[in-house]
């Protein structure tokens, strides 16, 4: 019965910002670790930003490292991921997934294939 619930993508210029959110309101959120995917016409999912269930360990993808904040807000059943110096390369559809293993808690996990629910995806465009 888990549903994810996104929102915040648009078009935006290079250089700018965007935050993306993310809301279920299952009580499985609370213990499970978030994560954000996207994926851009003719390429494969890719692993963008993770947040373990007591959003103590946060992890990136090595394009966005530096630029990107994931966070989560368990009392809100939200979790967002601002988005700053955007660029062209960063246009793509970028989906908020959930992992419900039990560890995801405390751990993370990168494999689109290892998380079990996911959002209707958002889009995001930068424009040069």
């Known amino acids: 019965q888990v549903q994810l619930v996104e929102s915040g993508g648009g078009l935006v210029q290079a250089g700018g910002s965007l935050r993306l959110s993310c809301a279920d309101s299952?009580?499985?959120?609370?213990?499970?670790?978030m994560g954000w995917f996207r994926q851009a016409p003719g390429k494969d999912r890719e692993f963008v930003a993770a947040i373990t269930g007591n959003g103590a360990v946060t992890q990136y993808g090595d394009s966005v490292k530096g630029r990107f904040t994931i966070s989560r807000d368990n009392a809100q059943n939200t979790v967002h991921l601002q988005m700053n110096r955007l660029k062209p390369e960063d246009t793509a559809v970028y989906y908020c997934?959930?992992?419900?293993?039990?560890?995801?808690?405390?751990?993370?996990?990168?494999?689109?294939?290892?998380?079990?629910?996911w959002g209707q995806g958002t889009q995001v465009t930068v424009s040069s």
């Open positions: 997934a959930m992992d419900t293993y039990l560890n995801s808690y405390y751990r993370l996990r990168f494999r689109t294939s290892e998380y079990d629910y």
């Open positions: 299952g009580r499985t959120f609370r213990t499970s670790a």
